[in-house]
């Protein structure tokens, strides 16, 4: 098995997530990429980025799939809008605006202030929540249009 991030970082981008969905009765290998922390516009790939990935992943996994059967890839920003589901997007995800939902059903909306690896930090209409990640359903960047 290759190290997927390490791949993605000879494209001068970061690995932000790998999943395999179905959409239309398709399978899709999904590789999200972003800027390397610390420049300006973190999240905002580039056209040109997301080819070089795909073209750097294409021949590796024509030898070695990352699924089974018929699936196509897919390389993309996470985008504005997008799933928190390691501790390391909590993190990269602290000052922005989060919805989260807890295992009990509660919802949070607000900023995520605050993330120690396992407690999260929500201030919500002025106070802050603090949320152990256990106890996180799901959550993801929020932005109010």
Not at 24 to 30: A, F, L
Not at 53 to 60: A, D, E, H, Y
């Amino acid at each position: 098995m290759f190290d997927l991030a390490n791949l993605v970082r000879q494209c001068g981008v970061e690995l932000y997530d790998a999943e395999t969905v179905s959409e239309n009765g398709r399978t899709i290998y999904r590789v999200s990429i972003t800027k390397p922390a610390g420049e300006s516009g973190r999240s905002g790939v580039s056209l040109d980025e997301c080819e070089a990935v795909s073209r750097l992943l294409s021949p590796i996994f024509d030898v070695e799939p990352p699924v089974s059967g018929e699936w196509h890839l897919e390389v993309s920003s996470p985008g504005m809008e997008r799933k928190l589901t390691k501790p390391a997007h909590f993190s990269l995800s602290v000052g922005e605006r989060v919805k989260v939902t807890t295992v009990s059903k509660e919802v949070l909306i607000g900023e995520l202030v605050a993330f120690d690896g396992a407690v999260l930090g929500v201030l919500v209409g002025g106070e802050r929540v603090s949320v152990s990640l256990n106890d996180v359903k799901k959550a993801r960047t929020f932005v109010e249009w």
